[in-house]
């Protein structure tokens, strides 16, 4: 009788083992790091149909600051476009876990763009990516889902954030000062070849700040809203809304003011160089 539940166990094992979920088999992991290099292989070729081949039919790809593409033609697509820019690319792989008949790569990635226009300079990128695989019926593996990620800020954006947060400080000084009619502050947050556009009206710095000084208007609150700093180099915009609680002669004056105000950086400190505002009354 014991035989017999041995042998019973010892069939039970077997077919449990041969049930099990194959996990990071090495031909497995093997065949996906191939699949990243032949992707690596077929961008830097050119070769749109490659890049196609390594894909599901429903494959995702999201890249980077680019509108998400799903299926082989949106992605045939992409690469179209991107691979005329001739690029270096490479994809090294850090990661693969197999599970079954599902996988999960990861790793780094480099770009150099060298546009094929003479004149133009050519770009660097960098970042890391995910891609899910799924193993077809005749035992390939297919990328069902692939997603860059970049190292670069945002256009527009800095990598510290530094530069952003000093110009919305800057904003918020702004305000202050319009309150006090603190003029010694607003003249040297001014560059000296500032110029306003406000409600149609122009005025170079002399002139802005004389008509800050002649405002008869008291002023009892100025707050900032909606303010977002974009930064390219040495040059940023400001877009947001200035709520101004305001008076004048018993009447109120309150106002929104809806604002793009443009700044320079010289000698290491961001400076208005032009505001440009429209305002409407305040609800």
């Not at 494959?59 to 045939?76: C, F, L, Q, S």
């Not at 019926?137 to 530094?162: F, H, I, M, V």
């Not at 700040?209 to 008869?216: D, E, T, Y």
């Not at 909606?226 to 004056?253: I, L, R």
Request: charged share 20%.
């Amino acid at each position: 009788m014991k035989t017999t539940y041995a042998v019973i166990l010892c069939v039970l094992l077997l077919l449990f083992s041969a049930c099990a979920t194959k996990m990071n088999d090495p031909a497995d992991v093997q065949a996906i790091k191939k699949s990243m290099d032949d992707y690596a292989k077929a961008v830097n070729a050119g070769n749109v149909e490659g890049v196609v081949a390594l894909m599901t039919d429903k494959a995702t790809y999201a890249g980077p600051n680019d509108p998400v593409a799903t299926g082989k033609e949106a992605i045939r697509s992409m690469h179209t476009a991107w691979l005329s820019f001739a690029p270096e690319f490479s994809c090294p792989v850090e990661d693969v876990r197999v599970v079954g008949d599902l996988a999960v790569a990861r790793g780094t990635w480099t770009n150099i763009v060298a546009p094929k226009a003479q004149g133009i300079a050519p770009s660097n990128d960098s970042g890391s990516w995910i891609v899910t695989l799924a193993r077809q019926s005749d035992g390939s593996w297919k990328w069902d889902w692939c997603l860059p990620n970049s190292n670069q800020p945002l256009p527009g954006s800095t990598a510290s954030g530094e530069d952003e947060k000093a110009l919305l400080q800057i904003e918020r000084d702004w305000a202050e000062a319009i309150v006090k009619k603190d003029t010694a502050v607003e003249e040297k947050l001014l560059a000296n070849d500032f110029v306003s556009n406000i409600d149609g009206l122009t005025a170079n710095k002399k002139q802005f700040l004389a008509g800050i000084k002649a405002n008869p208007a008291t002023i009892e609150s100025a707050a900032n809203s909606e303010m977002k700093a974009f930064v390219f180099g040495d040059a940023a915009v400001v877009n947001g809304v200035m709520t101004v609680k305001a008076s004048a002669g018993g009447k109120d004056t309150s106002v929104n003011v809806r604002y793009t105000d443009v700044f320079v950086k010289r000698d290491g400190r961001w400076q208005y160089v032009t505001v440009t505002a429209y305002s409407t009354k305040a609800q």
